[in-house]
């Protein structure tokens, strides 16, 4: 599979930091931050700094550094943001996941029970 990477997305405009974004935590490899349009009461959004288009871009070629460093990232979100009770971790992918942003993110969601993880159909 071949993954084309638009640097005129919303979240490598944030990166750039011609956007502003609250950010929730930083490090070298990943930024976390919070969702402009939450949907629970804890809804972060945690990405790469670097240029991958979805989990799978992301899986596939970003380097050990970066993935440890992203994984870590979550936890520490799950950590600061006292998600004790539960969370669902989301990232959607392309059209079938309808994904809207095509820079690699996970939603971090919480705070309240969020029912099933899908509706049929
Ligand atoms: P997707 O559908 O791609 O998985 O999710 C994209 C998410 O990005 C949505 O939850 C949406 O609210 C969020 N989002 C879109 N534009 C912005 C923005 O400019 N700033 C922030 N913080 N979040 C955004």
New binding site residues.
Partial sequence: MRFDYDDGN?FAK?LRGE?P?KTFLETEHTLA?????PQAPVHM?VIPKGAYVSYDHFARDASDAEIIDFNRTVAAVCEKAGVEEGFRAIT?ARAHG????PHF?V?ILGGRPLGRMLERG
Avoid at 33 to 37: G, H
């Fill in positions: 919303i944030i956007i974004n931050f919070e969702d402009i349009a959004l959607n309808v994904q809207e942003v993110h939603h």
